[in-house]
């Protein structure tokens, strides 16, 4: 609602807010779009934003994941297999093919657990390098209701029960449950996993993922912090699915998503626990199925986020995917001179589909070459998780290693990239039949190159130091 008044400040806007729908606590990790889009699209001010939500910056994601013979390797989120050394006639990613590991800013500051954050001379702290946040949802949500109660979007509570149509199949009206009707031109979804609009009322049929992700449910928990807060995500190999870590200032959370098929809840609780001795809460479960809608937009309903499908959050890209299918909304409203047009929406659909399968396509990668558990699990998915649309950019990896030309199998504007691809692919140690053949003056360049890398992050403030100074200090463990 917040992007669409920014964006169009004459049309009318209502939010139909039901009170009774609990804001999903997990916390989000998200990726570099989301800082973009609410310091610019949405203009709240990272002034505003830190000292209310108290996020922790993310660099990266390192992975526990890959060859067994490497404790992990990091997916750093700038140009970490692109950004060419000076005077070198190679791409970074020749070079980390060799030691498997990501060489870059964000990298570095990883190593030494820094933030981005860099002292001026005048004093002032400097923001630098590419990085999203980790965020807690209820103090984000509350600055969201605080902008929207500052605007002239209406907002309505009540729990819509019926959603009369016209003959055509189109949306006249939201029916509440205190039989108050909502009119509207365009609904927007946003009602999660429900899907009350799109899927419930409207049956857009549900495309799964399952055959290339198995996973389906999630054990959550968290603790309090002793520990330093670490400046990326943790994404750790389980027996059966994997575990996350998000790093907040004063807590931390974790989840094991898992697959039913291969565990029970109760073992899965078991070895969770296992894990993480420091949990210090009940652990909850949230089952879920990873897939899309065949369409975010059919008549005049766009779904939006939850309501449009979900994929487990490997790459935290939930609100990514959010921010991606708003900017198509606000597209088609402006390119169309506020008319929804046909084409339009068609166009919009098929970005949206070729979006989310590049995601499912992305997390495959890592559930079909994850060697480091040997378990009944981690065996099947490296027999039979399907590549989909990465199978010939797998193809070309094994044949040629990290060429440029592996992405020319992605659709333009795709949302990894040559950097995520070539990070994750390299990282993993995923078989390649190609021969490195490195000069000695590029090797000379390359050591000098990290060498500057190191240099130039050592001055970075601690991530405690940097939240303190932007936030100001909040509580701390015991």
């Excluded at 609990?22 to 001010?45: D, K, R, Y």
């Excluded at 055959?211 to 603790?223: E, F, K, N, Q, R």
């Excluded at 670490?230 to 998503?257: K, N």
């Excluded at 027999?383 to 592996?406: K, M, N, W, Y």
Aim: aromatic share 10%; glycine share 6%; charged share 20%.
């Amino acid at each position: 609602a917040l992007a669409l008044h920014r964006a169009f400040p004459t049309i009318k806007l209502t939010v139909v807010h039901c009170p009774d729908e609990p804001i999903i606590g997990v916390g989000e990790s998200t990726t570099v779009a989301f800082p973009q889009f609410v310091h610019q699209s949405l203009g709240i001010l990272p002034t505003e934003f830190f000292p209310t939500v108290r996020p922790s910056w993310k660099l990266g994601i390192r992975f526990i994941w890959g060859d067994p013979t490497v404790p992990y390797f990091d997916y750093p989120f700038d140009s970490a297999m692109s950004n060419k050394p000076p005077a070198s006639a190679k791409m970074p990613a020749y070079f980390c093919l060799e030691s498997g590991r990501s060489e870059s800013r964000c990298a570095s500051l990883m190593d030494q657990q820094l933030s981005p954050c860099f002292v001026a001379q005048d004093g002032q702290i400097v923001v630098n390098d590419a990085f999203g946040y980790h965020v807690e949802n209820e103090p984000l949500v509350s600055l969201l209701w605080n902008k929207i109660n500052a605007t002239p979007i209406e907002v309505v509570e009540g729990r819509v029960v019926d959603a009369p149509r016209q003959g055509n199949g189109a949306i006249i009206a939201l029916r509440l449950n205190d039989d108050r009707h909502v009119a509207g031109d365009l609904f927007v979804d946003a009602s999660g996993f429900r899907s009350r609009l799109l899927r419930e009322e409207l049956q857009v049929p549900f495309v799964s993922y399952a055959s290339s992700l198995y996973c389906d449910t999630a054990v959550i928990g968290s603790w309090r912090r002793e520990a330093p807060i670490l400046p990326y995500t943790t994404a750790e190999t389980m027996s059966a699915g994997w575990c996350w870590q998000i790093e907040f200032p004063d807590h931390v959370t974790r989840g094991y998503v898992f697959s039913s098929a291969f565990i029970t809840r109760e073992a899965a609780e078991q070895e969770f626990r296992a894990r993480n001795p420091a949990f210090e809460s009940d652990v909850r479960f949230v089952p879920f199925a990873s897939g899309r809608s065949s369409e975010f937009w059919t008549q005049n309903v766009v779904a939006i986020g939850n309501a449009a499908g979900f994929t487990e959050p490997l790459e935290a890209t939930a609100l990514h995917l959010v921010i991606e299918q708003i900017r198509l909304l606000c597209r088609v409203v402006s390119e169309g001179n506020l008319r929804t047009l046909p084409g339009l929406r068609a166009a919009a659909n098929h970005r949206f589909r070729l979006l989310w399968d590049e995601v499912r396509d992305f997390l495959a990668i890592h559930f079909r070459f994850n060697r480091h558990l040997d378990t009944p699990f981690w065996q099947h998915c490296q027999r039979s998780v399907d590549l989909g649309g990465a199978a010939g950019l797998v193809e070309l990896f094994q044949e040629a290693g990290p060429s440029t030309l592996c992405t020319t199998s992605l659709p333009s504007g795709h949302v990894f990239g040559y950097d995520g691809f070539m990070s994750l692919l390299v990282g993993q140690r995923v078989p390649t039949r190609f021969r490195n053949e490195l000069s000695t003056h590029d090797r000379e360049r390359w050591d000098q190159y990290r060498q500057a890398l190191r240099e130039q992050t050592r001055h970075a403030l601690p991530m405690r130091v940097a939240i303190d100074q932007l936030c100001g200090p909040g509580r701390r463990p015991g």
